[in-house]
């Protein structure tokens, strides 16, 4: 296993489209995370499943992002309507089973993404 | 509110030397805490995390100090070496039911070690 994987790496795209990324997370893991991470700043929770349910969304996840989980497997972040204050780094994480009581969170490398 | 800071941007420190590297908190509800690294172009990857029932975590060259009282965190890196070279993040978690990780990071301090 080679850790959690973010596609795309990079996303450059207008104002006013839309966008998806995917994350496959640790393949053992059941909970999965989403942090934004904008310059000079430390990542910041977006949201979070157990399996395939979405048990917390930030006060920061406008009605713009949804993000989902269908099978407990891979996740999707969708962005509809991108604004210039979206461009970020989107991180995704996960961790291990609830048995494992504040084992650390993995992050993949991110997707960029930068809105013109 | 930012209840995670790292009131020191950058650092740098002499190859073989002590690196210390602080972390504020202001919410005493925060039970966990954590240090992650993170590269150019890639994801933070974890370090070292201490529970507030302790005060020190050890693990090889790093060491976590936590000042409950003082609300306030460090990590030590003993010696430091090149390789170190990066930026670390702080991050706090509260309300252990589920274990659900939502971090708050701080903003994080860029680590310079000079040869």
């Known amino acids: 296993d080679t850790g959690v994987s973010q596609d795309p790496r990079h996303k450059i795209t207008k104002r006013g489209q839309n966008v998806t990324f995917r994350c496959d997370p640790i393949?053992?893991?059941?909970?999965l995370y989403w942090y934004r991470q904008t310059l000079g700043q430390g990542p910041e929770f977006l949201t979070y499943?157990?399996?395939?349910?979405?048990?917390?969304k930030s006060r920061l996840l406008s009605d713009r992002f949804s993000a989902e989980r269908p099978k407990g497997s891979f996740s999707t972040l969708e962005i509809q309507r991108t604004e210039q204050g979206d461009s970020a780094m989107y991180l995704c994480?996960?961790?291990?089973?609830?048995?494992?009581?504040?084992?650390?969170?993995?992050f993949g490398n991110g997707t960029r993404l930068t809105v013109t | 509110d930012q209840q995670v800071k790292q009131n020191s941007p950058s650092l740098s420190v002499q190859e073989g030397r002590i690196s210390i590297l602080n972390c504020d908190y202001t919410n005493s509800m925060f039970d966990y805490f954590l240090w992650y690294k993170k590269y150019p172009a890639e994801g933070p990857t974890f370090l070292i995390s201490i529970s507030s029932i302790k005060d020190k975590n050890e693990d090889g060259r790093f060491t976590v100090f936590l000042n409950k009282s003082a609300k306030h965190l460090s990590l030590h890196i003993v010696p430091s070496q090149p390789g170190d070279s990066a930026v670390y993040f702080c991050a706090a978690s509260m309300g252990s039911v589920g274990g659900a990780q939502k971090l708050v990071f701080g903003q994080g301090t860029r680590l310079t070690i000079n040869p």
């Open positions: 994480a996960s961790t291990g089973p609830l048995s494992s009581y504040n084992s650390p969170l993995h």
């Open positions: 393949s053992e893991h059941n909970r």
């Open positions: 499943f157990q399996n395939e349910a979405q048990l917390e």
